[in-house]
């Protein structure tokens, strides 16, 4: 049995994971804001701040996933200072604050692997994305970096999804015609749903991805690398 902690595991992508693992017999620890009525003995939920409040104590973890982020898009000269402070607050230094905290844990796991989360809009230049990608581009530099200075012991990853049907994006894809204009601008010809960039996550801090590190995943439905 592997320990698994998900921070964001209440919804969305994180969610999904969450799921998942439980379904294979694996321990999970949620650390989110909202709690989930789940009952299974392997579920241990912290109900946190992770910008605000202090980090439980976690005595076991082989994998740490790191869910919170934002999609705020925006014109540049709308942008005030606040709006890129927010954004680099919940995506990149909440991961920070994380993975500080439960490092020496994970140095003592078993092949211990920490998941990352960017975005579409780091490989790929997109208007009104100019705070969330500088965020998430930060993101990825110290997914590598990390991944450097935790070999051989920690495989550290990112992913980077191209918008997916969870409560972050509802904004945008807020009907039927909008989401079949965004599906349809993507070489697959859709979007992804929570359970498609889980997967990824799922490989990831499993024992099948154990050469596996300092990697960017675009999973964007050929979004970021392809022109058809
Ligand atoms: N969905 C997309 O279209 C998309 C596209 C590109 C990249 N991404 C990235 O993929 C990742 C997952 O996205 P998602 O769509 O699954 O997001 P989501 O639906 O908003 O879920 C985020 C999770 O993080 C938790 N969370 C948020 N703020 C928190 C805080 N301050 N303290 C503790 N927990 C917090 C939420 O739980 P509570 O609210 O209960 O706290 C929730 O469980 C994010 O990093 C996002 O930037 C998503």
Redesign the pocket.
Known sequence: MRNILI?????????SILKHQLNLGNYCNN????SLEINNENYKEYQ?????DELPEIDFIDSLV??????TLKPFLQLKEEDFKKDFE??VL?AVKSIQKYLNTLKKGSNPSIVL?????VAKGMAFHSS?SSA?AAIEGITKSLAAEFAPTIRVNC???????????KN?LRNEKIEENISNSHPLKKI?E?DD?AATANFLISKESNKITGQILRVDSGMSTLKI
Do not use: E, H, M, Q
């Open positions: 921070i964001g595991g209440s919804r969305g992508i994180g969610n650390i989110s804001r909202s946190v701040d992770i910008l605000k790191y869910c919170p982020g934002s999609i919940i995506n909440g989360f960017s975005t579409v809009a969330i998430k992913i980077a999804p191209t918008i997916t049907k969870t409560d972050l994006a945008i992804c929570p960039i």
